[in-house]
């Protein structure tokens, strides 16, 4: 079955670490994104990627980075310049105009 | 900061009883999405709107577009309680990348 891969589930990070998040899809999309969920709210796009080799900063980038070498892969890291990293991550992935297919999330939480 | 408002952030209904939320835009949006969250879980996409005035329905939810494609709604008819959940709609950027509404947390009273 074609869908979109978050690992891990759950993630916990001491201070000063820099983790990377995984997401991968076999959907065949071309865009791929990043979002970032906090309890009771909605979701803030931290990164997205419309194509292999290009990504671009979405609101709230201060502290993360990304890649997109594979057509099937947009891992996240989450750096220790992000000063309040404990969140909800979603990955998405698009065909241009259509809606999100998410991942199931990763739960990072700070020790 | 988020180009769509949602309100309203809360709503309890007892079971049977109707639900509706609102998306409003500062600025006219090409297309809307809708996405509904469980407890726990992610967005799973229900539905995009993408002409003035467009109404569509799946089962009991039903969706709107504004005339000036700047609101929409989604409107629930007799609540279940396999409806809990949180409610996002969602308009185009930049690149056609997503901005979301802050969601409507919907609980049920069996």
């Known amino acids: 079955d074609g869908g979109i891969t978050q690992s891990p589930k759950y993630l916990f990070r001491k201070e000063g670490q820099n983790v990377t998040l995984s997401c991968e899809q076999n959907?065949?999309?071309?865009?791929m994104y990043w979002y970032r969920q906090d309890p009771g709210q909605g979701l803030r796009l931290i990164y997205y990627?419309?194509?292999?080799?290009?990504?671009q900063k979405g609101d709230i980038a201060e502290g993360y980075s990304v890649s997109r070498e594979k057509k099937e892969s947009f891992p996240l890291t989450v750096t220790s310049a992000q000063k309040n990293p404990t969140a909800f991550y979603l990955c998405?992935?698009?065909?241009?105009?259509?809606?999100?297919?998410f991942g199931s999330g990763t739960r990072l939480t700070v020790v | 900061g988020q180009q769509v408002m949602q309100i309203p952030q809360y709503q309890h209904v007892q079971e049977g009883e109707d639900f509706t939320t609102y998306c409003n835009s500062s600025?006219?949006?090409?297309?809307i999405q809708w996405y509904k969250q469980r407890p726990g879980g992610h967005p799973v996409f229900l539905i995009q709107?993408?002409?003035?005035?467009e109404v569509k329905k799946q089962k009991r939810l039903t969706f709107q577009f504004g005339e000036a494609k700047k609101n929409s709604s989604l409107h629930i008819t007799a609540t279940q309680t396999t409806d809990v959940g949180t409610y996002f709609c969602?308009?185009?950027?930049?690149?056609?990348?997503?901005?979301f509404g802050a969601g409507t947390r919907l609980t049920v009273k069996p």
């Open positions: 998405a992935s698009s065909l241009r105009g259509h809606g999100y297919t």
């Open positions: 600025t006219t949006l090409s297309n």
């Open positions: 959907l065949n999309h071309d865009a």
């Open positions: 709107l993408v002409k003035s005035g």
């Open positions: 969602a308009g185009p950027w930049n690149n056609n990348d997503m901005r």
């Open positions: 990627s419309q194509i292999v080799n290009d990504f």
